[in-house]
Nanobody
Framework: QVRLQESGPGLVKPSQTLFLTCTVSGGSITTSYYYWSWIRQPPGKGLEWMGAIGFEGSKYYSPSAKSRTSISRDTSKNQFSLQLSSVTPEDMAVYYC??????????????????WGQGTQVTVSS
């Protein structure tokens, strides 16, 4: 059984950098041909894809977030991470990590993903 678990601070201050980590169990993040995404859902809005890292280490970013986003992985810990710089209140959302069994054609389409973390709430406030 594959499990994904997000971790990170629930509260960050404006202009700070948000760091979130997704710990994967029950399967390796290097297994072909999985893609591992960060997706968020602001209050009252739909899913917003932030970026992803592929099984071989390739990285993909949403054009709207690319300048502030960095995704990395630690294969020894079977984790992948999201770094979002210069956060603003508009970055408040529930952040999810998710696994796609193949490279998605629609990164924000929930049907492209077979496993999700439970989500972690991120609040941006001073």
């Amino acid at each position: 059984q594959v499990r994904l678990q997000e971790s990170g601070p629930g509260l960050v201050k404006p202009s700070q950098t948000l760091f979130l980590t997704c710990t994967v169990s029950g399967g390796s993040i290097t297994t072909s041909y999985y893609y591992w995404s960060w997706i968020r859902q602001p209050p009252g809005k739909g899913l917003e894809w932030m970026g992803a890292i592929g099984f071989e280490g390739s990285k993909y970013y949403s054009p709207s977030a690319k300048s502030r986003t960095s995704i990395s992985r630690d294969t020894s810990k079977n984790q992948f991470s999201l770094q979002l710089s210069s956060v603003t209140p508009e970055d408040m959302a529930v952040y999810y990590c998710a696994r796609a069994p193949l490279r998605p054609t629609g990164w924000a389409n929930r049907n492209e993903y077979d496993y999700w973390g439970q989500g972690t709430q991120v609040t941006v406030s001073s």
